[in-house]
């Protein structure tokens, strides 16, 4: 029998309105987490010089994953998280570590880790005072023999000694908590000197105390005509008035060669190089800040990673410098030539010559010889040497205008394109005309047309003038 009394209507819970947490902070750590244990198993990663230039793109990545994830919950009635404190924590410390590494990513911290006596366990600050310790070894040199100087901490001078023995003169410091602790270091590091036929091999011994922090700068006085092949982890580098070829491996450290009739062969993972008056051949690959190469009889093959300036100059022989913007090969040059980040300036350059660049803007004076020339973005301003005949020339600038300074009796044949600039001309012989779409071209033969001249601009101006 049914109730007399009305059943209440039975409504039902509305599910708890759900969200879900953000997954952009725990994605960011992961990336920069990764980078840190690529650099700690030995991947070559300038991690403070890179930071300092992309860290906006974690940013970025942090927006992107954001707005993936509103749009998801918003789909499947999930409440959308927003930025809690410890999000907006993590977000300002990206910030201000990522300002600071922009702002000091090119500072020498060799130079001042230097200043501060700190070693590569922080030795000078945590392991105590640095007392200072002296040494001297010498003996016989095999004539005809080669010297190789393994180093792991502290610079090193070579230079020619006065008769047909090796002599070093060390100046270490260790770091410890007393003179008693200081002085067993110091045993325990003495440096070594081992003869092998034709083969001397000096060791620094500086990693002999253990964790111990020590450096020892050595003066090395050897035979001039005596081959170098140094290694060395961290420290300077300084050689001069050699007859014989240098070899260098350098972990840290600025590099400085001058007087060498060899050839030299350095690889570097973080410093600068300056080399002045060789006579061989001149290989330096790896990561390099400074690099300057003055008065240089034989090649110049530069390649790897350079972060600052690149000057060259008084070189009578080919030049290279492959990177991973640039790639060019130059016949000689025997005046100035000006590598940077944005730019590329030259005097007196010798061809044939190839340059493949991308963003970097080009001006180049008394160019000679066969020029190939390419700058995906960046105003290109080539200016020919007087002295005829002219070579021939391709330039191609894919953003920005591109001038050509030719002498006014030179002989050529012109074909330039610009597919949205102007074409003018200073030369009566050369005749523009406007194509569909806007596209000009110009063309025609001046003097006896032996040159070709090439130049193709796709956003920007061409002008060919007379010197």
Known sequence: MASPYPQPPVYQTPPPYRYRRSLAGPVVLIVIGLLFLAHNFGARIPIWHYFGRFWPLLLILWGVIKLVEHASATRQGYRTSGIGGGTIFLLLIIIVVGVTAHNTSDWNWNGVRDQIQMDDDFGGMFGGNAYPYDDTLQQTFPGGGNLRIVSDHGAITVQPSDDDSIKV??????????????????ERTKPTLMVNGTSVVLNANTNGAGEHGVSADMEVFVPGKAGIDIAGRRGDLNITDRKGPVTLSVQHGDVALNDITGPVKINMEKGSVRLSKIVGSVDLDGRVDDTTVDDVEGPVRLNGDFFNDIHVSNVN?????????????????????????????????????????????????????????ESSNGAIEVHAAEKLPLGNMTITGKKGSVTLVLPSNAGFQLDAISRNGDISSDFDNIK??????????ASGTVGNGAARVVINADKGEIRIDKS
């Open 317 to 373: 022989g080919p030049v290279s410098f492959k990177s991973a913007r640039s790639d060019i090969t130059i016949g000689a040059v025997p005046g100035d030539l000006e590598i940077s980040g944005d730019s590329l300036r030259g005097t007196e350059v010798k061809g044939p010559s190839r340059m493949v660049m991308r963003s970097k803007e080009v001006h180049l004076e008394d160019v000679s010889g066969d020029l190939e020339l």
């Open 432 to 441: 523009v005309d406007e194509e569909s779409g806007g596209t000009k071209r």
């Open 169 to 186: 003169i060390v100046h270490k410091k260790v770091y410890a908590e007393n003179q008693k602790d200081a002085d067993k270091y110091n």
